[in-house]
């Protein structure tokens, strides 16, 4: 699906599922309440009971996080802080690009500031924050979206997201950046390290890699011989 938040298609929703076993999928539902993704959790545990599920990436069947409310999205945008640590790296100024053009990312925009210095638990609970959005709407003199109806629903909008999607840069540019850190895809010329950070940040940034590399092996060297219950982090022994 497109995902309009974190600006790229992505697997997720749509999912289809034998009836049949949806009796055994619920003796898990309980427990996934806690979890950050409850739908992936149970299903990782069918998958775990010997149920396997297929995923086909190719697919886009829909879009995602279009015609939200600003509450929805606000508490998204603070879930994500914690779902999607990583991808915030891009989505959080993909946000900040977009906010003065699409109201929807300046209320994502909170969300990722929030996000960033909330130190609770987070879980999927609609019910969150409401509070803090409707004064944050007060403030920037917006209003809550009205409710969609069929009358107000567009019918063709699915399709023309879709037909009109493209990547934003700053996904581009963090699935570069990606590729070249896990060394899944081999670059192997010097133009396509450039392309992926630019000429004048190419030496640092090989630099820092390098360093990072050594520290990795310098770290697993002399925690070689160190006893398991050892908390080398100051958070707590292992064991």
Known sequence: MIDKLLGHSRPGGGHLYRTRHCQKALEFIEESDAQIRPETYVKVRMRQCGYPDIVDEEIVIGIHDFEQYYADIYRKAIVHTHKFNQRLAYAGKMWERLANVDQDYQVALWGFRVGQLFEGKISINRDIFPEEIDTLLKLANMTEKPPLTDRTWDVQLPELRINQYSPPQEFVNWQRIRSLRSGKRRFGTLRAEIA?????????????????????????????????????????SKT
């Open 196 to 236: 992926a950070v630019g000429v004048w940040r190419l030496f640092p940034w090989k630099l820092g890699r390098m360093m990072q590399l050594i520290g990795t092996q310098l770290q697993k060297w002399a925690e070689k011989d160190v006893s398991p219950g050892v908390d080398l982090v100051g958070k707590g």
